[in-house]
Structures are given as C-alpha cells and as structure tokens.
C-alpha cells in the first residue's frame, strides 16, 4: 500500500529502535513503585528482619543463666540475629505473586501485553526490578539485624563477629535468600495467575512440604528433607552446618533450581496461554 | 490496516469466532457490530496478539501483532476501561506504559490534556467514574500517537457530551488517514461514526459492507404513501410489481418498487397524493433484521444453543 508508512507514522513520534528491555524495566519500575502495596509489604519485610532477631538475641541475653544445656548446644548467635527472615519471607512471597497476579485480577495484564508482546521480556523486566529492590532492601535489613542482635548478645559475651568464619556469607546469605524466595514466588504467580492460588501454593511448599516428609520414615527424611526449598535455600544463612543437611552455597544452589524452574514454568505458560 | 484471514477461535467446544475474513483499511471508521456472545472481543483480543487463533492469521500493518516492537507507535487500543490497578494514580499508568515502549514522558501530559483528565491525574484510578476511565483507556491508545487504533464499546458510560466528543475525535483521526475499528452495541452511535460496517453473529461474518448500503438492503425500507383514492393505487403499484401494506395510521407502506416509479404510476392513474415519504430503515432495525436471520439459521441448524449462551462475551 503506498499509504503504509504514512498511515503508520503520523504524529512525528519516533520509536527508538535499541533493545526494548531497559524501557520495560523502566515501565515495570514505574508500576512497582507506584502503588501502596510495594511500600507497605517490604517495610514490612524490613521491620521483620532488623526488629525480630534483634529482639530474640536480647530476650535470650536476658535470661541465658536458665537456659537449658539443651538449648545453649542449639544457640548459634549469627542466625538468632537473622530469625525475622522467616517472618520476612511471608510478606517477600506475597509481593512476589501480586506483582503479576494483581494484573490479571484487574486486567491491565492485557494492557502490558499489547505495549510489550515480548511476554518473556515483560516477565524478565518484573523479576529484575524486585530482585533489585528485595535485595537491597533485605540486605540492609540482615546487615542491621546482625550488628543489632550482636549488641544485645555481647552483653553476655555471647556475640560473634562478621570476621568469624561462615558468619559474613550467613549475613548476605539472608538477602539472597529472600531475593531468590522473591523470584520464586514471581514465577508460581506467573504460572497460576491467581493471587490466592500462588500464595496458597507457595506457602504450602515451604511450610506444608516440611511436615508432609516429616511423617516419613526417618531414613527418607534424612534424605529427602535437605532438598526442599525452604531447608535448602535457608543453609545460606547457618553457621554450624548440622547432619543430613546441604552445604550453605549448594542449598542455595538447589533454591535456585526451585526458582529457575517456577519462573521457566511461568515463561512457558505465560508466553502460550491468552492474555 | 488490518488483515483478518480466515480466523478461527474455540474455547474448547465453543467456536468463538469461525472461519472470518475481513481488512479494516485507513481513512475510515470502521464499525464492528454483532450481539453479545458474536465474537467481537474475541476478535479484538485476538488482532492485539492477546488470545492465539486456533487458526487463520491476523496481521497489522502486515505484521503479526507479536513482531511488532514498540508497538504503541502503530496500534492504539482500549479493550477494557477497567483493566487499570485500582491504587495507581492515572499519571503513572500512563507513564508505566509509555515507558514500555520508550514514548517521553512529556507525551503522557499531552495525552491527559487531550482526553481532559488534567483535573484527576494524579488521583487513585480506583476512584474513577466510568466515563473517566474510558476517557483514562483513550489516553493510552493514543500515547504512540499510533495509525491504527482499536476500540472497544469506547462510549460506554460517556455523557452526551463525552459521546459527542469521541465521536469527534474518531472522525478527525479517519481523516487524517488512521484506521479506525470500533465495536458498539449502540446502533445509533455507529450510524453517526462510522463509514463501514463489518457485522457478525454467532462468530461468523454476516455483512463487509458501507453503513448507506447497509441499511438499504434492509426490508425495513419502504416508502410512504397517503391518498384518497388508497385502493385503487395499492392495486395500481401492485400491477407494476411492487408489494403494499397498510400502515395502523391509514397509510401505505409500498416495497419493491422506486419512490419515482410510485409517482408515475398515480399520475398515470390520476390519482392523487398527500404524501409520498421514503423511510429508511435505522441501523438498528437493519442490524436487528439481518442478526435475526443469522440466529434463525443457526438455531435451525443447532437448536440446542441459543445465541446468548455462546461464546465469550462480545
């Protein structure tokens, strides 16, 4: 048609013609940040770690002459401090489903799609722009929770020090856990697009998942336990690494197939089913 | 321009949209017509690359949606006015999805003085009428400033004043050489905004056809005629071929014949007329009638569905 070009260019805007991911990145950035929700659940994720480890560390200084001997031989001050991860994890997760399901609640995921095709790029873009920012927030947070709960443990010299072996790595271990546990929570909402479904499901493989191989025999306990997400993923952040459980950087490793996966599963759904 | 070829959409054994071909080309507003249940966001859905036909092809400036890069710059669309995040103010949903496709930021103020919403830019889209959110869902068709523009049922919930305007607006962006394709239930609407018609029912394509020969197709048209000497010129016309019936008022309904020809005929006959008026049937009476048609014969063929019950809605 030789009207083709003129009909498509009218108005003298130009579209750039660079790679179309940091302009996704940038919408998607706009879209985390401009609703309520996004503060709300990662202060609350915030508050959770650099408040709850801290405040255990100091109930535990409090009353350490009547601690059992039982519990003294469990007592490692490194992941006392960084216990508000697994409160963290709750708000992580649920913001990591409602960034993609809240759109298909609304509708406005249709709306992404016809100004990004390129679903893959969409679901990429999201995943960068909140790890970015649950990393940086719950790095923050862990670091504070150390410095904090160390402070209150040194009253009874029971603190240890960033330098000490394994306890650095535990400390940003916390972070990249609940960055991945983020990812991981993106891809369950991408492929089941449900809010209440995702979550339900996400929380029943961390917390359901335990106790259903908890009434296995002991002898597959001992050996399937360490490979679930949340044992797995939650090695980064121990210091005294105890029988039947992974490495810290390999349980990490395997988190990190767990999140692959769900977002892999999520792409794939994502990319064939209708908008 | 818009190429549909053979288009074919199930949801499982429901046949959405069955076997439709049709071009929505530029300078024109095209109108999509059909009941609830036709096919029509079906088929929207599926030229903006959301849902995938089951077969058939569509292409938009002879590209499939999904190869287009930065598509906003091409094709505008409003499909749905409420799909917005209720807690996001209608400044940054404008901003997200110029964003996405590189457009400046400067464009999103444009577009929002364009579609009136200065006063509620910055308000939660939550809070918003219905007739904000389609003025909302107009601003972001029109951020790319593209040449192709969809919109569905873009008038709901629009005042008089609102209609008006879009209706306005629809007709400079036809002349200025965009395409336009529109789908409404309001008939009348459509017989003041648009140039064509592309009409289906039960997912088949039932007219392709400009809205004047539309409407003259229909049986609803007839012409008017008031005598004293009424039966002799229903016999009169009846003679040359055409097909009278009497009007509840006293009058004469003639079809078949031209409104000339009638005039002849009683001059021939000498016989006179107090009123000889054509009456063209409205879009809607047209759209009603051919519709019917097409749900007759397909009830016929498949009694067991009726219309309403099929399909997604339209």
Redesign the interface.
Known sequence: ?A??T???????????D?P?LP??M???L??FR????TYATLAAAFVAVAALGPVQCALYASKYPNVSPHDKAKFSPAPLSLNGIVLAQLAIGVLGVLLIS??YT?????????????RRTVLAAKAIVFTLATLTVSEIACFIAFFAGQAFLSHKHLETHIGDPGVLRAVIGGGLYLAVLGLLALGIGTAIRHSAGAIATLFGILFVLPGIVGALPQEWQNTISQYLPGNAGQQIFAVHIKQYTLQPWAGLGVFCIYAAIALAAGAVLLT?R?? | MIEIRNLTKRFGDTVAVDDISFDVVPGRVTGFLGPNGSGKSTTMRMIMGLDWPTSGTVTVNERPYEGLRRPLFEVGALLDANAVHGGRNAYNHLLSLAQSNGIPRGRVDEVIERVGLESVARKRAGGFSLGMSQRLGIAAALLGDPGVMLFDEPVNGLDPEGIRWIRKLLRSFAAEGRTILISSHLMSEMALTADHLIVIGRGRLIADTSVEAFIAQSTKSFVRVRSPQLDELAGAITAQGGSTRPEPDGALAVSGVQISAIGEVARNAGIALHELSPQVASLEEAFMELTRESVQFHAGADAAHTPAAVGQEG
Do not use: F, W
């Not at chain 1, 609304?106 to 390129?118: F, N, S």
């Open positions: 048609m009207t083709q003129q009909t498509q260019r009218l108005g003298g805007l130009v579209p750039g660079g179309i302009d996704v940038r919408s998607e706009t879209k401009s609703v309520r929700s809240s759109e609304t509708g406005l995921i249709r709306a992404t799609l016809a100004a990004v095709p390129q064939r209708d908008a």
